[in-house]
């Protein structure tokens, strides 16, 4: 069965700084990896994606994430944090072979960047 | 806006009463996803459409609760008999099979309908 772990409930960190947020995952085949951030009240909305290719993936807002597959990780990163990145964070982990089109998510981490 | 619409947005209801939710996914999108998050948690998969047909239920959707997309296109959720433990926000999600390796394409959520049972 495939699972996702963000193994911290808060992150904090300082505007202008660099921020990283931890995923690691665990499925039987190959994994498709997502991350999604929410705002208060809202839905989720898409970041960016690892299917196949570079380890190192660019998406919305100046994020990016590594695909460690050793690690089994994929952790979010952004070289420069924005009081504005200020949300919740998801991650998401769908297995190639056994998970059919089921999205397993974490159970989130909140990102805290102070001014 | 061409993104998923999920009415409404808010719902208050008495323990006991039923609820429905609609979903209007992207129009070319044949995927369609239920998931339920409760405050301090990630989304939880309810159930998924392919078109019309429903695909894979997850153990969470309780006899009181069925999902229905009859043309293929809207989805309906509804709850019957409302319990204190369903209040929630229920989010709808839809994706596409055609463009992308199927499982690798994105779902995309909608802003999501919250029920509150009193």
């Known amino acids: 069965a495939q699972s996702v772990a963000q193994p911290e409930d808060q992150v904090n960190v300082a505007e202008g700084n660099p921020l990283t947020v931890k995923c690691t995952y665990s499925?039987?085949?190959?994994?498709?990896l997502f991350w999604y951030v929410q705002y208060p009240n809202r839905g989720l909305q898409f970041l960016l994606k690892y299917i196949t290719g570079d380890n190192l993936v660019k998406g919305s807002y100046g994020f990016e994430a590594e695909f460690n597959k050793s690690q089994t990780s994929f952790h979010l990163k952004k070289p420069s944090a924005l009081v504005s990145d200020s949300a919740l964070y998801f991650c998401a982990v769908r297995d190639e072979y056994t998970g059919g089109f089921k999205t397993i998510f974490g159970a989130g981490t909140r990102l805290f960047v102070k001014a | 806006d061409t993104g998923v619409s999920q009415d409404p947005r808010h719902k208050i209801t008495k323990r006991g009463q039923n609820v429905t939710f609609r979903c209007d996914p992207i129009s070319e999108h044949n995927r369609l996803y239920w998931y339920r998050q409760t405050l301090g948690q990630g989304p939880e998969f309810l159930t998924y459409?392919?078109?019309?047909?429903?695909?894979?239920k997850s153990r969470l959707l309780s006899d009181r609760f069925s999902a229905e997309r009859p043309k293929g296109s809207f989805s309906t959720l509804e709850i019957q008999r409302t319990e204190q433990g369903d209040s929630a926000m229920y989010l709808c999600a839809s994706s596409s099979v055609i463009t992308g390796t199927g499982a690798g394409n994105t779902i995309y959520f909608g802003e999501g309908s919250w029920l509150t049972v009193v």
């Open positions: 459409f392919q078109n019309e047909a429903q695909l894979e």
């Open positions: 499925v039987s085949g190959n994994p498709y």
